[in-house]
């Protein structure tokens, strides 16, 4: 059973820090994209950046040049450094992979979600 659990979240007032951990485990044969993904109260669901197995990286305009993603493919994990934090960060960060997984000796490609964890920002 493939699973994708998040840490990292928490509290933090404007202008601090946080960095989130996505470690995928299972019967993972290889790693595309990881991403991480928001959702705030009232919204829908928005992607924050995305890394590809080679490491292009892809940003949200809300989030450049304050959040940085990064992933360690020895260990099947993505990061999201996230600096310069704002009240507007504020929301459930999900974590996402695009997995090749072996099911029955057969290999096939699937999405994944984490649970989620919360950023809170405060004023």
């Known amino acids: 059973q493939v699973q994708l659990v998040e840490s990292g979240g928490g509290l933090v007032q404007a202008g601090g820090s946080l960095r989130l951990s996505c470690v995928a485990s299972?019967?993972?044969?290889?790693?595309?994209?990881m991403g991480w993904y928001r959702q705030a109260p009232g919204k829908q669901r928005e992607l924050v950046a995305d890394?590809?197995?080679?490491?292009?990286?892809n940003y949200a305009d809300s989030v450049k040049g304050r959040f940085t993603i990064s992933r360690d493919n020895a260990k099947n994990t993505v990061y999201l450094q996230m600096n310069s934090l704002k009240p507007e960060d504020t929301a459930v960060y999900y974590c996402?992979?695009?997995?090749?997984?072996?099911?029955?000796?057969?290999?096939?490609?699937?999405?994944?979600w984490g649970q989620g964890t919360q950023v809170t920002v405060t004023s």
């Open positions: 890394i590809t197995s080679r490491g292009s990286t």
């Open positions: 996402n992979a695009n997995l090749v997984v072996v099911r029955f000796g057969v290999r096939a490609t699937y999405n994944y």
């Open positions: 299972g019967s993972i044969f290889s790693i595309n994209e």
